[in-house]
């Protein structure tokens, strides 16, 4: 295995693992992912754009089938429940992510997952199973790509399609050679562009959708027979040459089966924007420790890392909900003014007249110990000055959600049951069979209907 090229090795890793061989709390945790992303899937219940993927899938796929879509309640293929689940998942801006790649491993792994295991009759060990070698393919992946390929891409949409296919790939039981063959032709669809937070387009919930039908496409047509290429990642003309200008080959396959970054994965605790949580627990922090209200403040600077200031610093009047989470100026607004940012505040408060004044209180500024920290550490710091003249500052070294700081089992609960209730989806009984359900997927003989 020494000589083998890092493709093969993922490959081999992802295909051959075992419920076995993965320590009880890397299960434990994947199992508070799953309703991490569950709560995050229905939340996307009534977002424009995720309606509009979900009429085009209902008008191209057929009209039964044996997997599920949360959001519309309604059975399709796998391949356009994926797609549409996946989308639903990326738009309240709750799904999780992980640090280090700067990667939303679940709005592309649990979407394809769960529709291949309805479809399979696969049992709930076998779904965990494959999230897990979905998220260390695509962290391994995402930290492999770098910075330079964060600045321009969105690397859930790139990334996420081989960890969708990984993921897939493992249900189906492909050989390490075939899994290499979906890998080549997942990562040769890799796409997803930044540009679109500029105009407040959709192309987010367009990146995780088409990386979820990317992915679970190769792994099938690799199951099949169709090849792709070998080095995806690192030959000539891969993502690396094509995406990035700085890459570590050792990332992709480095302490396989050792490290699990599966567990260092985050929660997110605002419906934001990750790059704005270090800074809005950190206001938090200067207001609840000095007593400050909003109206005593009459700044706020966030020093914060490059990454954040390339994701944020174009949106700059935000003219859509969704464009406001990405808005550290409304991020920092809803904090101050209401207390959270959470999905109600921002439906609520992101264009009041309130929010758009103390936005424009609030700047962005490089820190150097914030950006040489970065991706593997977010900080948050904050300078804020008050009407009384003094100066404040703010830190926090591990935002709410982090692993040194996560979210408990009970806290995932209630944010599942807040995300189901803002999204309208039934009622709390509901919502707590399927809570339940999770807790005990590792026993589930086969997966599934979902739909309570």
């Known amino acids: 295995m020494q000589n083998d090229f890092p493709e093969l090795q993922l490959a081999r890793f992802a295909a051959n693992l075992e419920y076995d061989q993965i320590p009880a709390d890397v299960i434990r945790r994947a199992e508070e992912l799953l309703l991490d992303w569950y709560g995050s899937a ?10 509009l993927i979900d009429a085009w899938a209902q008008k191209m796929g057929p009209s039964t089938g044996p ?12 391949y356009f429940a994926a797609m549409v689940n996946g989308a639903a ?8 992510v992980h640090n280090g790649s700067v990667f939303h491993p679940a709005t592309v792994v649990f979407p394809v997952v769960l529709a291949i295991s309805q479809a399979e009759q696969k049992s709930g060990r076998d779904l965990l199973v494959a999230a897990v070698a979905g998220y260390e393919t695509g962290i391994r992946i995402g930290e492999f790509l770098g910075r330079p390929h964060y600045k321009i891409f969105h690397t859930t949409g790139t990334a996420g399609a081989i960890a969708a296919a990984v993921a897939a790939g493992r249900l189906l ?22 540009e679109f937070l500029r105009d407040a387009a959709d192309s987010k919930q367009l990146h995780t959708a088409h990386a979820c039908a990317s992915g679970l496409m190769s792994a099938y047509l690799a199951h099949d027979g169709f090849k792709g290429a070998k080095k995806i990642l690192t030959g000539l003309h891969g993502m690396a040459a094509g995406m990035s200008g700085q890459t570590d080959p ?18 997110k605790y605002h419906a934001s924007c990750r790059h704005t949580h270090p800074a809005a627990d950190a206001l938090l ?19 914060t890392h490059q990454g954040a200031i390339d994701v944020l610093g174009p949106v700059t009047n935000p003219s859509t909900v969704h464009q406001a989470k990405f808005s550290m100026g409304t991020v920092l607004a809803l904090i101050a003014l209401h207390g959270r940012a959470g999905i109600e505040e921002f439906d609520r408060y992101f ?8 936005s424009r209180k609030v700047s962005m500024e490089l820190d150097q110990e914030v950006d040489q920290a970065y991706p593997a550490k977010w900080i948050g710091k904050v300078v804020v000055s008050t009407t009384d003249g003094r100066t404040l500052h703010g830190r926090v070294d591990e935002p709410k959600g982090d692993p040194g700081n996560t979210l408990s089992r009970p806290e995932l609960e209630d944010k599942a049951l807040r995300l189901a209730r803002q999204a309208h989806r039934g009622d709390e ?4 069979k399927a809570i339940d359900h999770i807790w005990e997927i590792s026993r589930q003989p086969h997966v599934g209907s979902w739909l309570f």
């Open 42 to 51: 229905l939340a996307g219940v009534n977002a424009r754009p995720v309606a």
């Open 67 to 78: 997997s599920e879509v949360l959001t519309s309640q309604r059975n399709t293929s796998p």
């Open 89 to 96: 998942s990326h738009f309240a801006e709750q799904d999780d």
């Open 173 to 194: 039981e492909l050989s390490p050679e075939q899994m290499l063959d979906a890998m080549g032709s997942s990562g040769t669809q890799a796409a997803g562009l930044w």
């Open 250 to 267: 050792q990332n992709i396959s480095s302490a396989l089966g050792e490290r699990w970054a599966l567990i260092e994965t985050s929660f």
């Open 285 to 303: 922090a200067v207001m609840t420790t000095h007593q400050l209200r909003a109206e005593h403040i009459t700044g706020v600077t966030a020093h």
């Open 351 to 358: 264009d009041s007249a309130e929010v758009r004044g103390f």
């Open 429 to 432: 009984a509901r919502t707590r």
